[in-house]
T-cell receptor
Framework: GAVVSQHPSRVICKSGTSVKIECRSLDFQATTMFWYRQFPKKSLMLMATSNEGSKATYEQGVEKDKFLINHASLTLSTLTVTSAHPEDSSFYIC?????????FGSGTRLTVV | DAKTTQPTSMDCAEGRAANLPCNHSTISGNEYVYWYRQIHSQGPQYIIHGLKNNETNEMASLIITEDRKSSTLILPHATLRDTAVYYCIAQNTGNQFYFGTGTSLTVIP
């Protein structure tokens, strides 16, 4: 079945620095990937749709200059949290798929101190 | 995009069937109903999906009403490992998933 790998699983960074999270489709090509964030005890919130070879589409209220998305190949999308602040601390999850079924990565726990 | 509503929480005795309802009264004709579950601090896991017909796989069964305004996920013999948050999602034409609040299922020994 489709496997989506997300890295790192956990990261701690200092306030003001940038953090890059990778999402890879291991056994299939994904023209579209999705990025979510999840706060404790809350549901997943769609942040953006990542399209290979073109600009990402961001959901309303998500700052595109804050959350940079690059989808340079059919198997890799990256999310960079720029100038991170403590309020950016969250669980970030990506998903990708073929056809209608989508597989989620295992998530990245970001803590900004 | 169709919005889904689910009960906040449910309990189920181990070994019994768990029936998780979902209301999606505004779903459009080409939107599929997907079910995922999430165990704490992990990514969501795919369970099953359907459009009109009832579906069954090795994990669960999905019963969709004829008018498609609601559905029920059935875990036939719940185990302790089925304790999780279950999300019912109507997938839009852009293949995007907008998650609702989900149902926190607790399987009781």
């Amino acid at each position: 079945g489709a496997v989506v790998s997300q890295h790192p699983s956990r990261v701690i960074c200092k306030s003001g620095t940038s953090v890059k999270i990778e999402c890879r489709s291991l056994d299939f090509q994904a023209t579209t990937m999705f990025w979510y964030r999840q706060f404790p005890k809350k549901s997943l919130m769609l942040m953006a749709t990542s399209n290979e070879g073109s600009k990402a589409t961001y959901e309303q209220g998500v700052e595109k200059d804050k959350f940079l998305i690059n989808h340079a190949s059919l198997t890799l999308s990256t999310l960079t949290v720029t100038s991170a602040h403590p309020e950016d601390s969250s669980f970030y999850i990506c998903s990708a798929g073929q056809g209608r079924g989508y597989t989620f990565g295992s998530g990245t726990r970001l803590t900004v101190v | 995009d169709a919005k889904t509503t689910q009960p906040t929480s449910m309990d189920c005795a181990e070994g019994r069937a768990a029936n998780l309802p979902c209301n999606h009264s505004t779903i459009s004709g080409n939107e599929y109903v997907y079910w995922y579950r999430q165990i704490h601090s992990q990514g969501p896991q795919y369970i099953i999906h359907g459009l009109k017909n009832n579906e069954t796989n090795e994990m669960a069964s999905l019963i969709i009403t004829e008018d498609r305004k609601s559905s029920t996920l059935i875990l036939p013999h719940a185990t302790l490992r089925d304790t999780a948050v279950y999300y019912c999602i109507a997938q839009n034409t852009g293949n995007q998933f907008y998650f609702g609040t989900g149902t926190s299922l607790t399987v009781i020994p």
